[in-house]
C-alpha cells in the first residue's frame, strides 16, 4: 500500500516505470543493509514448515502449492466474478465512464495493488521456507518479465488466462533449461506473439468459443423474466437542482459564464446552442469530471463543486457521453450491472469469501439490470459484447448503465449524435417514458425537432453566456437564439427548424 499510494498518481507506462524503480531501490536496500537483511548474502536459518515434525518432502511441497493455488484461485474468483471485478475491468477499459457509475477510481486501483502484492508475498515466504534462506538473486528481472509474460500470454482480464500461461510458459520454461541463451529469445517471439497476434491471450481465443456453445444470450441472462423498471425517487415537485453564476476558464478561455438555471423536478430539460457554446463543459462540471471555478451547484441542496464524479453519482446524478464510453470488452449485461456498482452493499471481504449477502446483492444487480435492457429493447443483446453492437443499440446500452446509477437526475450529452431520423423518433419516445417514471432529464441535443417535440424546459448557450430560457414555444421565438443559430433575424425558429438542425 506504501507504494501504491504515491506510484498510481501516474498512469500507463509511467507507472510500470515508478514500479521497477521500487524494485531496484528495494533490491539496493536489501543487498546492501546487511544488519537486517544480511547483504550480499542473504538471510540464512530460516525454518521450512513442518509435518508431524519434519520438514516437508518435495512431493508434499508440490501438494501444498497446488492446495495453496487452488485456494487462492477459488478467493480470486469469488473477488472478481462480481462486483469488483467488473470495477477493475472497467478501469482497464476507461477511468471517467468509471467513475461516472460510481466506481472509487484510486481506491480500486490501490485494491488491485494490494492484492497482488500480497499474493506474491506469499509466493516468496514459500521460496524462502522452501530453501530455507533467501537474497537478492531470488527475485531477478528476467522473473518479472516471465510473470508479465504468463499473465499476457494466458489472458489479462480473464479468471483462468494467467493459470493457461503458466502451465504452459513453465512447461516451455522446462524444455529450454538446457540452453539458457535461448530463453531470452523465446520469451521475445511469445510476447510479440501474444501482443499482436492474440492481443487477448489463449483463453481470449477460447472463451469465445465456450460462450457460443453454452448459448451465448441466454447463458447471459439465465433465463430470468425481467420485471417492469420502476424510478426510485424521493418524491416531491420544486428545485432538484440550481446553478448560480457558473464559471470555468482555460487561460483566456471560458466556456461557461456566470451560468444560472433551475432544473425542476420530474421535467425534461433541454440544453442548447450552437456548437462550443459550452454544454459539455456544463454537463462535465455538473459531474465532477471538471470542476468549476467560479459560482455554485446545489443538488438536493448541497452544493457539489469540487466533489468527486463517483461521489456525484451516488448522490443521484446519472450520465451518459458525447463520445460513446462503454466498457467495449464487457458484455452488455456486464455494462449495466457496473451501473449498479455504488448500490450494492457487499464489501470486500463477503465478496472473497462468497457470503450469502454477496450472491444476494449479485442476483439482484442482475435482476435489475435486465430489467433495464428490457426497458431500452436490448434484452436480446444482453451476452453479447457492448463494442459489437450497431451504433444506435450501443446508445441505448449506455442510457440503461446510466439508469443502473438509480439517477434522480440524469443527464444525457447528446444522446441522438449519430442516429438516422427514425432511431432519433424512437429515442425521444423513450426518454419521454423515463421522464413520466419520474426521471428528471437534462439533455444536450443538436436535434432541434426532438428538443422542441418533448422537452418540457429549454435553456440556451451561446459563448457559453446563458441567452435565454422557458418553454419550447417561447424560444424558438427568441431573437438572440435565432441570431446565434441563423446569424441574423430573419424569422422565428419554430418555421425553421430543419435550418437550425442542418446548422
Known amino acids: 500500500m506504501l507504494i501504491a499510494l504515491p506510484s498510481l498518481r501516474v498512469k500507463g507506462p509511467y507507472l510500470a516505470m515508478v514500479t521497477l524503480a521500487f524494485g531496484i531501490v528495494v533490491e539496493k536496500l536489501v543487498s546492501e543493509w546487511t544488519d537486517v537483511f544480511g547483504g550480499a548474502q542473504g538471510i540464512y536459518g530460516i525454518r521450512p514448515p513442518t509435518w508431524r515434525g ?151 481465443v477460447i472463451e469465445p468459443l465456450m460462450k457460443r456453445r453454452r448459448g451465448g444470450v441466454e447463458s447471459a441472462s439465465g433465463g430470468a423474466a425481467a420485471t417492469p423498471w420502476r424510478c426510485r425517487t424521493d418524491g416531491g415537485d420544486g428545485e432538484l437542482l440550481v446553478l448560480e453564476k457558473v464559471g470555468k476558464r482555460y487561460g483566456g478561455v471560458r466556456p461557461a459564464q456566470d451560468v444560472s438555471f433551475t432544473l425542476q423536478r420530474g421535467h425534461l430539460h433541454a440544453l442548447i446552442g450552437p456548437n462550443g457554446a459550452g454544454k459539455s463543459t456544463i454537463i462535465n462540471m455538473l459531474t465532477g469530471v471538471v470542476t468549476a471555478d467560479e459560482g455554485s451547484i446545489r443538488f438536493l441542496g448541497r452544493d457539489i463543486v469540487g466533489s468527486s464524479a463517483h461521489s456525484i453519482c451516488t448522490l443521484g446524478i446519472g450520465r451518459t457521453f458525447q463520445n460513446l464510453r462503454l466498457f467495449g470488452e464487457l458484455s452488455v449485461l456486464d455494462n449495466v450491472m457496473l451501473g449498479r456498482h455504488a448500490r450494492m452493499r457487499n464489501g470486500f471481504w463477503s465478496s472473497l469469501l462468497a457470503l450469502p449477502q454477496a450472491g444476494r446483492e449479485e442476483a439482484s444487480a442482475r435482476a435489475h439490470a435486465l430489467t433495464l435492457l428490457d426497458l431500452v429493447g436490448l434484452s436480446a443483446q444482453a451476452g453479447q459484447p457492448a463494442g459489437s453492437l450497431p451504433y444506435g443499440l450501443q446508445r441505448r446500452a449506455e442510457l440503461a448503465r446510466a439508469l443502473a446509477t438509480e439517477p434522480q437526475l440524469l443527464l444525457l450529452d447528446e444522446p441522438a449524435a449519430g442516429l438516422n431520423p427514425y432511431e432519433t423518433e424512437e429515442l425521444g419516445e423513450l426518454l419521454l417514458r423515463i421522464s413520466r417514471m419520474g426521471v428528471t432529464i437534462l439533455m444536450v441535443e443538436h436535434h432541434m425537432d426532438m428538443v422542441m417535440r418533448i422537452s418540457d424546459h429549454v435553456i440556451v448557450l451561446d459563448y457559453g453566456v446563458k441567452i435565454a430560457e422557458g418553454k419550447p414555444a417561447q424560444v424558438q421565438v427568441d431573437h438572440k437564439v435565432i441570431e446565434a443559430y441563423l446569424g441574423a433575424e430573419a424569422e422565428p425558429i419554430a418555421s425553421a427548424v430543419p435550418k437550425v438542425q442542418h446548422a
Open 54 to 204: 519434519e520438514a516437508l518432502s518435495a512431493q508434499q511441497w508440490v501438494f501444498f502449492a497446488i492446495a495453496l493455488s487452488v485456494a487462492t484461485h477459488l478467493l480470486l474468483r469469488n473477488l472478481l466474478g462480481g462486483r469488483f471485478g467488473r470495477a477493475l475491468l472497467s478501469l482497464q477499459a476507461d477511468e471517467i465512464a468509471s467513475a461516472s457509475v460510481g466506481v472509487r477510481v484510486y481506491r480500486a486501483k490501490v485494491l488491485a495493488f494490494v492484492i497482488a502484492a500480497v499474493t506474491c508475498g506469499i509466493a516468496g515466504g514459500l521460496v524462502a521456507q522452501q530453501n530455507q534462506y533467501i537474497n537478492s538473486d531470488f527475485i531477478t528481472f528476467h522473473l518479472s518479465i516471465f510473470i508479465l509474460l504468463l499473465v499476457l500470454f494466458g489472458g489479462v482480464g480473464s479468471h483462468y488466462g494467467p493459470i493457461v500461461g503458466a502451465v504452459l510458459l513453465t512447461l516451455v520454461d522446462a524444455l529450454l533449461a538446457r540452453w539458457p541463451s535461448a530463453q531470452h529469445f523465446v520469451y521475445g517471439a511469445l510476447l510479440l506473439f501474444a501482443l499482436y497476434a492474440m492481443p487477448r491471450g489463449v483463453m481470449g
